[in-house]
């Protein structure tokens, strides 16, 4: 599966809030975090604890052209 999930809103201080997947629809980043966590986008995306809050984050795979943000 590739990367193909885009952010369409961030917090004031960074956090990516609203994301757009490749059919149009946006979740918000706790959706993206259960669908991460039900193995909807294994290999290219994980969540991480940031501040105690769960975040989803690109795999690294030595692009930065598909990474989030």
Not at 3 to 31: A, H
Request: cysteine-free; hydrophobic content about 20%.
């Amino acid at each position: 599966m590739a990367k193909n999930i885009k952010v369409t809103k961030e917090s004031k201080t960074g956090r990516n809030q609203r994301f757009e997947k490749p059919n149009g629809k946006e979740i918000s980043r706790q959706e993206f975090v259960k669908e991460i966590e039900q193995g909807k986008h294994e290999g290219d995306y994980h969540n991480r604890k940031i501040n105690k809050v769960k975040t989803p984050v690109s795999n690294p795979d030595g692009k930065n052209r598909n990474n989030l943000g």
